[in-house]
């Protein structure tokens, strides 16, 4: 069970030193889920001791209470001596009292402690298996004597709660009394009883019911030499059934449970703070949604600038180094980078809405601010001089080409049939059979052959796309591929993103998963009309 315990511990320390690393948690909570009490009354003892001779370890049973209510006068009459300091050197005592049975090792004792720390040994063998300790006043004047109190309570089984008749509703003690009920078991002692009344008992038992006993045990007592006639006989025999009997390990298995749902507690609040486990489309698609209102808005933005920069490319197409001078100045000006920088600020609220943790989510997406400019830069002018190699679209380049072959072509063709006619007609002429070619034919052919260049050439001339026209679908173009790019590279980083987010998740969820019982263990079920049963707090 302890082992369980600490290897849990260790696993929520792991997952919270790299959660933190990553940014997921803040340092707050990172100190909280590093910081465990480990301190049980199982660490006063040594575990290798008790496994060889095959013993339980003693019942831890402290005495606790407010000034004056006579705690240290119980103790030394359950020991027949004074061991514990009392009376009006009480208030401003700082040590704790142990008295127990003299084969009993007590090998862990807290060493900041020590110097605080009375040790009494005793032989009776009924109280071998119990360890008394009686601890300062909690509400003594002396500070240090509450924060002595509260660095040994994590080593209490049973805590004997001492009130009088005139100290019963201290609200210092109510206070700690609900701070720490479900801790320890508790019993409770009625002292100067023979300065008490009934109605005062009754009221007592009253407040203890409000806090969550059921049926508290509450022993009366009265140690004075007049009157000895009390219960303190049978809180004595209590004490000693608890300790003979299983109550020892039903102490330990209930404070392994107690100390794995404060562990449980603590992360289930870290999984609160950790957000919800949103799945990568979904924070995808709440960036894209914020996205395409600013691209619509920066293209509306960007039309003047374009028409300039298409006319300037369109006129110094020729000329290499004003277009390269032109190429060097960015679309990307102070307005279109506070555009994209609020639509940043603004996915990054609406994520924190979402309760998601948004560190993690500024550094990689801020170095996509930086690169914005580059990229506008660079697509459009790849765009703008891959438009002005080709301009026009695909019809009007093969239709152009067409028509440079038949510019050449067809005068061609249109000379040869001059040729040919020629050549026939002369030769038909010097056999008598014809006149040879006039000047009507002459003037035609001429006509022909011009006619033949000229009207392709004309074509040609007013099919010619227009460079600006270009230009400016060139640069359309690389800012849409501009901003398909930026769009790409947040989407990829929030992808990686929102899947270590849902890692994280994950890897809480499972060890949330292991603070409940074991496969191998069952829940502590303590019947709650046995007296360890009446002396937990519900």
């Avoid at 995808?284 to 996205?291: E, V």
């Avoid at 987010?501 to 303590?526: E, M, R």
Wanted: net charge neutral.
């Amino acid at each position: 069970m302890a082992y369980d315990y600490s290897d849990l511990i260790e696993k929520t320390k792991r997952w919270a030193k790299q959660a933190h690393a990553a940014g997921w948690i803040n340092t707050d909570t990172l100190g909280q889920l590093s910081h465990f009490d480990t301190r049980t009354p199982d660490s006063l003892f040594s575990t290798t001791m008790l496994v060889e001779q095959k013993a339980t370890r003693p019942l831890i049973v402290a005495f606790m209470g407010g000034t004056g209510v006579g705690k240290s006068t119980l103790l030394n009459r359950l020991a027949g001596k004074p061991i514990a300091k009392a009376d009006v050197v009480r208030p401003t005592s700082r040590e704790v009292t142990l008295y127990h049975h003299q084969t009993v090792t007590m090998q862990h004792l807290p060493e900041q402690q020590l110097a605080n720390i009375n040790v009494s040994q005793h032989d009776n063998a009924a109280n071998q298996q119990v360890v008394w300790i009686d601890m300062p006043d909690f509400d003594s004047t002396e500070q240090r004597n509450k924060q002595l109190v509260f660095q040994w309570l994590p080593y209490i089984d049973v805590l004997i709660y001492v009130v009088s008749p005139e100290r019963y509703k201290d609200e210092k003690a109510w206070r700690l009394l609900l701070a720490e009920g479900a801790k320890h078991a508790w019993l409770f002692v009625f002292n100067q009883w023979d300065r008490g009344q009934s109605g005062q008992f009754d009221d007592f038992n009253r407040q203890l019911q409000k806090v969550g006993f059921t049926e508290p045990v509450i022993f009366k007592t009265a140690c004075s030499e007049e009157l000895l006639t009390d219960e303190f006989i049978t809180l004595e025999t209590t004490i000693r059934s608890l300790a003979s009997g299983h109550a020892v390990e039903q102490l330990e298995q209930r404070g392994s449970e107690l100390r794995k749902y404060e562990v449980k507690t603590k992360l289930q609040l870290t999984a609160l703070s950790l957000g919800d486990k949103m799945a990568s489309q979904q924070i995808i698609a709440l960036w894209q949604s914020k996205w395409s209102v600013t691209v619509i808005a920066l293209q509306q933005g960007f039309v003047w600038s374009l028409k300039y920069m298409a006319d300037y490319y369109a006129e110094h197409a020729a000329d290499i180094m004003a277009f390269s001078s032109l190429a060097k100045q960015s679309l990307w000006d102070e307005w279109a980078q506070a555009r994209f920088d609020d639509t940043i600020d603004e996915f990054i609220i609406a994520l924190d809405q979402q309760r998601v943790p948004v560190f993690p989510f500024k550094q990689p997406i801020a170095s996509i601010r930086e690169k914005a400019p580059n990229i506008i830069q660079t697509q459009t002018e790849i765009a703008v001089r891959m438009a002005l190699a080709n301009p026009g679209n695909i019809v009007q380049r093969v239709v152009l080409k067409c028509l440079r072959a038949c510019e050449i072509v067809l005068p061609l063709m249109t000379m040869s049939w001059v040729g040919y006619k020629v050549f026939i007609n002369f030769y038909t002429s010097n056999m008598g059979d014809n006149h040879y070619l006039g000047v009507d034919f002459a003037v035609h052919s001429s006509l022909l052959i011009a006619l033949s260049w000229l009207i392709p050439f004309f074509i040609l001339k007013k099919m010619q796309p227009s460079l600006k026209k270009s230009a400016f679908k060139g640069l359309n173009k690389g800012l849409a591929s501009a901003f398909s790019i930026i769009d790409g590279e947040v989407s990829s980083v929030l992808q990686n993103l929102a899947q270590q987010h849902k890692a994280q998740h994950d890897q809480l969820l499972d060890i949330i998963g292991q603070c409940g019982v074991t496969d191998s263990d069952k829940a502590l079920v303590v019947d709650k009309e046995t007296p360890l049963g009446r002396m937990l707090m519900n």
